[in-house]
Nanobody, 119 residues
Framework: QVQLVESGGGLVQPGGSLRLSCAAS????????MGWYRQAPGKQRGVVAV???????NYADSVKGRFTISGDGTKNTVYLQMNSLKPEGTAVYYC?????????????WGQGTQVTVSS
């Protein structure tokens, strides 16, 4: 059974920092692309950052230079360091594990963690 458990969300002032964690179980960590997505009220869920199985990183333009995604294979955990947070960063942040195979895509999601950026 695959589980992705996020933690680290909360309330932070504009300009502040948070680090989100996503602990994965039931998957071989290095075989999956691990990503962070977010969904603000009334908006669609969108990608924030992805750490590929080949250790490449990709970021949404809106977070480049401020957010950093990283992974620890010994702990099966992926992190999202968020600096210089802006009010528009308020959203539920979701961890994702994705692996594309020949005939299907394995796609798993965590339950989400709330991040609120407000003074």
């Amino acid at each position: 059974q695959v589980q992705l458990v996020e933690s680290g969300g909360g309330l932070v002032q504009p300009g502040g920092s948070l680090r989100l964690s996503c602990a994965a179980s039931g998957i071989i960590f290095g075989f999956y692309d691990m990503g962070w997505y977010r969904q603000a009220p009334g908006k669609q869920r969108g990608v924030v950052a992805v750490l590929t199985s080949g250790s490449n990183t990709n970021y949404a333009d809106s977070v480049k230079g401020r957010f950093t995604i990283s992974g620890d294979g010994t702990k099966n955990t992926v992190y999202l360091q968020m600096n210089s947070l802006k009010p528009e960063g308020t959203a539920v942040y979701y961890c994702n594990a994705r692996r594309k195979e020949l005939l299907r895509t394995n796609d798993y999601w965590g339950q989400g963690t709330q991040v609120t950026v407000s003074s």
